[in-house]
């Protein structure tokens, strides 16, 4: 098991799409991002070099399908093409995985972590090694979530979708506000304006694994800085923001 070699044969991979295209130029930062944030969960969780290799590994991988799915329909919505589920066809189905890694030791370690790390919830009958990395990629993937709200630009995240002028005026969904603040994690068919999508991002630290990844949140000022990042002209919208903020800090004081 190698990252190096790993990294190489994903290079090779992603060359075959528009690599300077917003969106798909994002999710190749994401990737790495991630590998990053693998490794430091890994690391902090005080796991051995055969399994932090694997989390890196796992990271590199685990958004493999968004390629074909930006190519395909320029969005990030999984309703067309779960990009989970289409990662793990081509890795497993297609035999795709052997140009990344070339054992087969840890084939089902990796396709529960990629399938599951866009789900929900994490399925249910997993050994403690497969939910180990389900947690690790799940955690590190939310953790970079916020470092792209901080810093991509609203057309690359939002490809087709986001209208900064509409933006500024949209209105909370009742159950997403709801929600929030009984932490719980937000459903994407519950989603139906730009607000209720960011609010989406912020609820993730109720889905966190790890008490590294919340210290990790708290330490960033992520709940001030997505927050802050948008501009809010309805005066509902803005008042229930900061209930949201209230009600996201004290959750991580908590936690933490």
Not at 67 to 89: L, P, R, S, T
Not at 102 to 126: C, G, M, P, V, W
Request: aromatic fraction near 12%.
């Amino acid at each position: 098991m190698n990252f190096e070699s790993a990294q190489i044969a994903f290079n090779k991979y992603v060359i075959n799409f528009n690599v300077k295209d917003g969106p798909t130029a994002l999710k190749i930062r994401h990737t790495y991002e991630v590998v990053k944030k693998s490794e430091y969960i890994a690391i902090g969780l005080g796991l051995d070099k055969d399994d932090i290799e694997l989390a890196k590994i796992i990271a590199l991988l685990h958004d493999i399908g968004r390629f074909e799915q930006i190519k395909e329909y320029n969005n990030f919505n999984d309703d067309k093409m779960d990009h989970a589920q289409y990662g793990v066809k081509i890795l497993f189905e297609d035999n795709l995985i052997r140009n990344f890694i070339e054992t087969d030791k840890y084939n089902d370690i990796i396709y529960k972590a990629i399938f599951n790390h866009n789900k929900f919830q994490i399925e249910e009958n997993l050994n403690e090694i497969e939910l180990l990395h389900c947690k690790i990629i799940r955690d590190a993937d939310k953790l970079d979530n916020f470092r792209v709200k901080k810093e991509e630009r609203f057309e690359d995240m939002f490809p087709n979708v986001y209208n900064s002028k509409t933006a500024k005026y949209e209105n909370i969904t009742p159950k997403i506000y709801e929600d929030f603040m009984n932490h719980k994690c937000i459903k994407l068919e519950d989603r139906k304006t730009m607000i209720d999508y960011w609010i989406c991002i912020i609820a993730f630290i109720f889905d966190l694994n790890f008490d590294v990844s919340l210290k990790y949140i708290k330490e960033n000022n992520y709940i001030d800085i997505l927050i802050d990042r948008l501009e809010y002209k309805n005066n509902n919208t803005k008042q229930k923001m900061e209930d949201i903020r209230k009600c996201a800090k004290d959750y991580l004081d908590f936690r933490c």
